[in-house]
T-cell receptor, first 114, second 115 residues
């Protein structure tokens, strides 16, 4: 069964700390997404990657295809980073006939205290 | 661009009632989809569309219908609401469907309660 596992489920940090959220998946993928869900419920796409590393501001996403693992890093964390971070993958071989289906992790609840 | 517009934001239904959740996007995206989000579970795909006139079932389609008469609109219909359909519903769209795809754009969600 194609699965996506995120860790930790919950993470509390102090402002300024370096944060890492992990995502592991079971079989080969063609793409991995990192999403952020705000306390109000809205979901935004942070990164889509299939190899290597991407950076946007204080956020860095990396992926290791061989180890089937991705990490989302937040540098100099801030209370406004408090949100649920969701990993989603498109397993290899899942094409248009399956609707480009993404499989989602359960999310990591991040709380950054001032 | 308004992005993905989803209405209503909240809805309460009685068991057996029907309703339509609206979703519209103004980004000319080929792909549109509906997800439900339940506590302790990841987002699950209900139905999706890869273009106008084309729809297909996702992971949890039972009790829901969709149509895609235009590129912009992708309504989700609950035929006869059940308490098990109490959830938060998200509409999402993306530009392309071929691998590796493109980033998803989400609506703001609809919190549905069925009593």
């Amino acid at each position: 069964k194609n699965e996506v596992e995120q860790s930790p489920q919950n993470l509390t940090a102090q402002e300024g700390e370096f944060i890492t959220i992990n995502c592991s998946y079971s079989v080969g993928i063609s793409a991995l997404h990192w999403l952020q869900q705000h306390p109000g419920g809205g979901i935004v796409s942070l990164f889509m990657l299939s190899s290597g590393k991407k950076k946007h501001g204080r956020l860095i996403a990396t992926i290791n295809i061989q180890e089937k693992h991705s990490s989302l890093h937040i540098t100099a964390s801030h209370p406004r980073d408090s949100a649920v971070y969701i990993c989603a993958v498109r397993f290899r071989g899942v094409g248009e006939t399956s609707g480009s289906r993404l499989t989602f992790g359960e999310g990591t609840q991040l709380t950054v205290n001032p | 661009n308004a992005g993905v517009t989803q209405t209503p934001k909240f809805q309460v239904l009685k068991t057996g009632q029907s309703m339509t959740l609206q979703c519209a996007q103004d980004m000319n995206h080929e792909y549109m989809s509906w997800y439900r989000q339940d506590p302790g579970m990841g987002l699950r795909l209900i139905h999706y569309s890869v273009g106008a006139g084309i729809t297909d079932q996702g992971e949890v389609p039972n009790g829901y219908n969709v149509s895609r008469s235009t590129t912009e609109d992708f309504p989700l219909r609950l035929l006869s609401a059940a308490p098990s359909q109490t959830s938060v519903y998200f509409c999402a769209s993306r530009l392309s469907t071929g691998p590796p795809g493109s980033p998803l754009h989400f609506g703001n969600g609809t919190r549905l309660t069925v009593t």
